[in-house]
């Protein structure tokens, strides 16, 4: 699922569909000359735990993990201007193994 962020999006709290996902994709609109590490807060429906953003030189998009196996609600962008992103994509879970009944 493609969620777009319009306008400026520094420490915005973005409303997710509920669900488990095992990433969250950014994209954005510029690519930076350096690498850019910052805070992100996953907001779950029983609390909120903090994950990096890395963002490597010259990459139009990074990964954002979601360790947690809960139901993601939000999601808290850093509050630097510096990172526009444009656009998220939710990666939802793939427990193939669970599905399965294997270790």
């Not at 690519?31 to 992100?40: F, L, M, Y």
């Not at 030189?57 to 990172?83: E, K, Q, S």
Request: hydrophobic letters at 40%; proline letters at 12%.
């Amino acid at each position: 699922m493609r969620i777009p962020l319009n306008g400026p999006v520094p420490g915005q709290l973005v409303s997710l569909p509920p669900g488990e996902y095992d990433w969250i994709e950014v994209r954005f609109d510029d690519s930076p000359s350096h690498e850019v590490e910052a805070v992100v807060w996953l907001h779950y429906a029983d609390g909120a735990d903090p994950e990096w953003l890395r963002r490597q030189a010259g990459a139009g998009t990074c990964r954002i993990p979601v360790p947690r196996h809960a139901t993601l609600v939000a999601l808290r962008l850093p509050d630097d201007p510096a990172l526009r992103p444009a656009e998220l994509r939710l990666v939802a879970a793939a427990r193939i193994k669970e599905a399965v009944g294997r270790d």
